[in-house]
Nanobody, 119 residues
Framework: VQLQAFGGGLVQTGGSLRLSCAAS????????MAWYRQALGKQRELAAR???????KYADSVKARFTISRDNAKNTVYLQMNSLKPEDTAVYYC??????????????WGQGTQVTVSS
């Protein structure tokens, strides 16, 4: 299963970006979809996760500013990021897990997309 992430870039403080991540390659169903982020010199951390039923969970640092959503028909997860702050600067990675069409579980990471917020 391959994941392709899009949407990173450079934005000023207070701006918005929308990330997307599409999965392909013999997928039967996707369970959890999530966005992690890793700032320079720091550990990777969970930003947001959404379950197959649509229940979302957010890191305290992004609550009320970020919104995670999913399109099950397209095996795609989105992250709408508003009111961006310099501390949101990081490489953002999508992570999906689920079941392969031919059987078996998968858990895959996207390639990462850079988000830079200037002050």
């Amino acid at each position: 299963v391959q994941l392709q992430a899009f949407g990173g870039g450079l934005v000023q403080t207070g701006g918005s970006l929308r990330l997307s991540c599409a999965a392909s390659g013999g997928i039967f169903s996707v369970n959890s979809m999530a966005w992690y982020r890793q700032a320079l010199g720091k550990q990777r951390e969970l930003a947001a996760r959404i379950t197959s039923s649509g229940s979302a969970k957010y890191a305290d640092s992004v609550k009320a500013r970020f919104t995670i959503s999913r399109d099950n028909a397209k095996n795609t997860v989105y992250l709408q990021m508003n009111s961006l702050k310099p501390e949101d600067t990081a490489v953002y990675y999508c992570n999906l897990d689920g079941w392969r069409a031919g059987g078996g579980f998968f858990a895959s990471w996207g390639q990462g997309t850079q988000v830079t917020v200037s002050s």
